[in-house]
């Protein structure tokens, strides 16, 4: 028998625990537990992903109990993607963000790993589960844990945004517990392959409809689609840095993954596409979720809430491809969870080492930057690419799938706006760069920049707060002078970008092995 | 807005009364709840585990996965209480009161210390003396509290109870006592660290049980498997295993329950409070 797949949930849960125990005889050691849980997790994610490509589904019975009756973890292809991700971005955050929780919470920093370890969890979990309720309780370990860690970030505005955060995150969390509930009502199963051979037999009834729209409302909301999206801006910009960046590129990505999963495995696609009719309706949101996130971020003057309207961008794209209803489209937002992925943990990764560095990322703050730190924007440049979708670059592919999808759905609508975005995150990019490159260091005497010259007041208050009175909080070095992130989060942000490029490179190898199959 | 708001509440209400329409009459027999896999459960449970409570026995073996999540849901609100509130920084104000004569003092600088500490009881600005009736009573009435929360955790397959229920029990005799007295009594006795380690404890007696019967070449939590390591009858072992989830439950309970009442009571200072 095969325990990996209990082995890559629990590894972190007993680091969490364990990590806690440790904080009580020696600080540092919580740190290392949690680096090997991850590394222990990240293996047996590699090697169920491995098993999966070569034998098939993999089904782990949780206390012997054959599944209905029992929980049983249930991964197949589109999982073990999702699960290597995770582990694989949750591990490598964790090498590069022990500078940063040094810097930002350094007397809780073993409290700090444990939450981290429990949020993994929750994540794994949720990707990992062929159960229904017990999705539902993962998500709630997720959602409790990154409700904490936000209320630790900016000392300011950190608490409000994570009060907004709850109070939208738990309406989201019942909507889909009520829609469980109905699915019970009218099934008497929890299972998710039990439930959706016996929702065959009942597509007309009116509980499983109110079902459907309940728990994909739901799951929209946890995933911020574009009206239901308020939450999110302010909740991952005002995170502390060693959380934002496993956030923001996991959370709404991992919510994506249920909906498809809901989609596909649960009630099935001709119930939702034939039965329904509500893909158009749909596809429609996601436009206007795609150029409404685009637009909003076009009006951001801090890199970090810019990058925030990005991913409730991105949310559209994924969103609408899953809904075009045929198989070019949903590749195309699988694919693009990956890809999403990796890109947005690359621009949070080069966010982070500017933050370490100069404390906050405000536009006002990034000239000179090219010469500062120019392994750094090496990274930053890449990923912005990716973002808008050149060619070499992973990006690109995720959106040609979308593209071709909404040719072949009719869906012009769809391609427009897909474009018109892109061109959008060119204009926002570009602009980043041409601060960062063009405009003189603030060290300069004819020191002029596009928008505000000096920094807001507060922020230099909680710079100097968190940094223990550091005098450097809010100056910068002088221009032309390198000061690089510490090698730790440069090597995360390198494998990172080499990964953005082989997620292009073989993205036809990853839509034939993994994508193609799992839709048959 | 308030109107919008309005028309999403109306909507709201209207699809959930619309999805009531096809839901099986209330306590129909033949209802897809009461027949799928309810009959499996009232028909197996008793040979397969040896537990009369089916709901301890869904609770805790059949669906055991998701209550451990539900444990770790209980550490994560301790530890969240923890990284938020605990304040580390030393209070500027501070009262004493010198307990042989009843005088205040009151220290503005935090750097002062006390030197006859014996005499002296910190306490808080709006101290009032502990009633001697509600202290004796709650002296007298918490041991029993606390026998009875035993008794709930180690009752939970049998009668209705648990790990949950019990473990409050337990947390709430612990409050009772930071109320009757003060919380200086209870920090006292109960530490912090005491109370952190028991919080992971729990969930951890949870967790090691289940990789216990994956060490042994079982799946995970499955109980059965511990039967070698146990001087017990092989059929009963899946009851022993539920009984030893539901008291790393109710430790982890317990042990939370105090850390969020003494974390809010006291603003995180761990000094005074209610």
């Known amino acids: 028998m095969n325990n990996m797949p209990a082995i890559l949930v629990l590894a972190p849960l007993l680091g969490a625990l364990f990590a806690g125990l440790a904080a009580w005889i020696q600080k540092q050691l919580s740190y290392y537990i949690a680096l090997t849980a991850m590394a222990v997790s990240c293996f047996a994610a590699v090697s169920v992903l491995k098993d999966v490509v070569e034998a098939g589904t993999m089904q782990y019975r949780m206390a012997g109990w054959a599944p209905p009756m029992g929980i049983e973890l249930k991964i197949d292809l589109l999982n073990a993607m999702v699960l290597v991700l995770i582990s694989a971005i949750a591990f490598l955050n964790l090498v590069a963000s022990v500078k940063s929780v040094e810097q930002e919470i350094p007397d809780r920093a073993p409290s700090f790993y444990v939450m981290y370890l429990l949020f993994v969890v929750g994540l794994l979990g949720v990707s990992a589960t062929g159960d229904l309720f017990n999705l539902y309780v993962l998500i709630e370990i997720t959602s409790l844990t990154s409700y904490t860690l936000i209320a630790l970030g900016d000392k300011d505005r950190g608490h409000l945004a994570a009060l907004n955060y709850i109070f939208i995150g738990v309406i989201g969390a019942s909507f889909y517990l009520l829609g469980v509930g109905y699915l019970y009502i009218t099934t008497g199963s929890l299972n998710m392959a039990d439930v959706a051979v016996i929702l065959k037999g009942i597509q007309g009834s009116s509980a499983v409809l109110t079902a459907f729209i309940l728990c994909i409302l739901g799951v929209w909301i946890k995933m911020a689609l574009f009206p239901l999206h308020v939450w999110l801006p302010n909740a991952y910009s005002f995170a502390p840095v060693g959380f934002a960046r496993v956030v923001a590129p996991l959370m709404t990505k991992v919510m994506v993954y249920v909906m498809i999963r809901l989609m596909v495995t649960v009630f099935g696609l001709d119930y939702i596409l034939d039965t329904l009719h509500l893909a158009d309706a749909v596809v429609w949101l996601a436009v206007t979720a795609i150029l409404a996130g685009a637009f909003m971020a076009l009006s951001q003057t801090d890199l970090k809430k810019m990058l925030a309207y990005i991913i409730v961008c991105e949310i559209g794209y994924m969103v609408g491809g899953a809904w075009l209803g045929n198989d070019l489209g949903m590749t195309g937002a699988i694919l693009h969870i990956l890809n999403d992925a990796l890109m947005t943990f690359a621009l949070f990764l080069a966010v982070g080492n500017i933050i370490y560095m100069r404390k906050q990322v405000a536009f006002s703050n990034l000239p000179g930057l090219f010469s500062a730190m120019p392994w750094t924007m090496a990274g930053f440049v890449l990923a912005g690419l990716s973002i808008i979708g050149v060619p070499p670059t992973c990006g690109f592919f995720s959106k040609w799938y979308l593209v071709l999808g909404a040719f072949e759905a009719g869906a012009y609508h769809f391609a427009a706006a897909l474009i018109i975005s892109s061109l959008v995150c060119a204009v926002l990019f570009f602009k980043v760069f041409e601060i960062c490159f063009f405009a003189s260091a603030p060290g300069d005497p004819d020191h002029h920049v596009a928008g505000s010259p000096q920094p807001i007041h507060y922020i230099h208050a909680a710079g100097h707060d968190r940094a223990g009175g550091d005098s450097g909080a809010g100056t910068h070095p002088p221009a032309g002078v390198m000061a690089e992130a510490p090698v730790s989060m440069l090597a995360a942000l390198g494998l990172v970008s080499i990964a953005i490029i082989a997620a292009g490179v073989y993205a036809g190898t990853i839509v034939n092995t993994i994508i193609l199959p799992f839709l048959q | ?274």
């Open chain 2, 1 to 274: 807005m308030k109107f919008i708001g309005t028309v999403i509440v109306c909507l709201t209400g209207g699809l959930l009364l619309y999805g009531t329409m096809d839901l099986p009459d209330w306590g129909d027999p033949g209802s897809p709840a009461s027949t799928h896999l309810s009959d499996y459960y009232i028909e197996h449970i008793m040979e397969q585990t040896q537990v009369p409570n089916l709901v301890t026995a869904v609770l805790a073996d059949y669906r055991g996965y998701d209550t451990m999540f539900e444990t770790a849901v209980v550490f994560c609100a301790g530890l969240a209480c923890f990284l938020l509130l605990r304040d580390f920084r030393p209070k500027k104000d501070r009262y004493f009161r010198h307990v042989p004569t009843g005088v205040m003092l009151h220290f503005k600088n935090p750097d002062t210390r006390m030197i006859a500490d014996n005499e002296f009881e910190h306490m808080d600005k709006d101290w009032v003396p502990s009633d001697m009736i509600i202290k004796t009573v709650c002296r007298i009435l918490i041991p029993f509290i606390q026998i009875y929360a035993l008794y709930v955790v180690a009752h939970g397959d049998f009668s209705p109870g648990g790990g949950f229920q019990g473990g409050v029990i337990f947390g709430s005799s612990l409050i009772l006592m930071a109320i009757s007295y003060n919380l200086k009594t209870l920090v006292k006795r109960v530490t912090e660290k005491f109370l952190s380690i028991f919080a992971a404890l729990g969930v951890l007696i949870y967790v090691g049980l289940g990789v216990g019967a994956m060490v042994m070449g079982g799946h995970f939590l499955d109980y059965g498997m511990l039967a070698p390591l146990l001087p017990s009858d092989p059929g009963h072992i899946r009851a022993l295993g539920m009984l030893g989830v539901e008291i790393g439950v109710g430790i982890a309970v317990m042990a939370v329950m105090v850390i969020i009442y003494v974390n809010i009571v006291s603003e995180g200072r761990h000094d005074e409070g209610l």
